[in-house]
Nanobody, 123 residues
């Protein structure tokens, strides 16, 4: 499956941003979707994941309560709504797809990755 992210940009601390990831090429509902991020000089880290139907989600502790992952299988799109953004959320954000039906928090469970979109949060 091919993935393209949209929606990154520059935002002030405390602000909000919504990322989108459009999928093509395979049956979208056959895939678990996830968001990861990588800050300069750091390893890629898990952010959030959602199961095939959208009724199960899981978040990394640093974003819990501030970020919301959702999906629209009719539009082949997964979203990441980010609120109360902090400077430490600054990173390149990647969406990923992994065959299956539950949720995955490990990068090795994902088969396809987008090119990434930059999110910069200013203090």
């Amino acid at each position: 499956v091919q993935l393209v992210e949209f929606g990154g940009g520059l935002v002030q601390a405390g602000g909000s941003l919504r990322l989108s990831c459009a999928a093509s090429g395979r049956t979208f509902s056959n895939y678990v979707m996830g968001w990861f991020r990588q800050a300069p000089g750091k390893e890629r880290e898990f952010v959030a994941t959602i199961n095939w139907s959208g009724d199960t989600t899981y978040y990394a502790d640093p974003v819990k309560g501030r970020f919301t992952i959702s999906r629209d299988n009719a539009k082949n799109t997964v979203y990441l709504q980010m609120s109360s953004l902090k400077p430490e959320d600054t990173a390149v954000y990647y969406c990923a797809a992994g065959a299956g039906y539950q949720t995955y928090s490990q990068a090795h469970d994902y088969d396809s990755w987008g090119q990434g979109t930059q999110v910069t949060v200013s203090s």
